[in-house]
């Protein structure tokens, strides 16, 4: 079992859970795009709410045409930034993360035997019938070979 575990793991590691693939897809520019909503909506509100709190006094002298300069600045530069961080991100996280030793703890940590006990209880039945049943038929042909004979 641990080989055919290792075999998964590794597979799963390399085909469906590759952290390669995983980077690829969060630095998508068409996913990043879903997150620019967010991430302007979250801006918008410090600039507009939190920085109000936070420095009163700054916020005295800048108005709405500077904040929305800064925030246009802002998202720009998260447009540069994003990418390149979410791609460290997934790339330090494939580094502490090994998805094929995981997978393989994982795998051989499965109770094999009591899965295969419940799931092949019709099938160890019949397997049994049928060399009951074989048993029989060859135990009736040799008393009937060993009276021809």
Not at 2 to 15: E, H, Q, V
Not at 58 to 72: I, N, Q
Not at 77 to 96: C, R, T, V
């Amino acid at each position: 079992m641990p080989a055919i575990a290792g075999l998964a793991g590794r597979y799963a590691s390399d085909k469906v859970l590759n952290m390669g693939v995983i980077a690829a897809k969060i630095t998508d520019p068409a996913n990043l795009a879903e997150m620019k909503p967010f991430i302007e909506e979250h801006i918008d509100n410090f600039l507009k709410v939190k920085l109000k709190e936070k420095m009163p006094a700054v916020a005295m002298f800048v108005g709405d045409k500077t904040l929305d300069a800064m925030k246009g600045n802002l998202m720009e530069e998260i447009d540069i930034l994003l990418p390149n961080l979410l791609q460290k991100y997934a790339g330090n996280l494939g580094e502490k993360i090994n998805i094929q030793a995981m997978l393989t703890e994982k795998l051989n940590a499965l109770p094999v035997a009591d899965m295969l006990a419940q799931n092949l209880k019709r099938e160890k039945m019949l397997f049994q019938l049928f060399g009951a049943l074989s048993g029989l038929v060859i135990g009736i042909l040799f008393i009937v070979f060993s009276k021809m004979m």
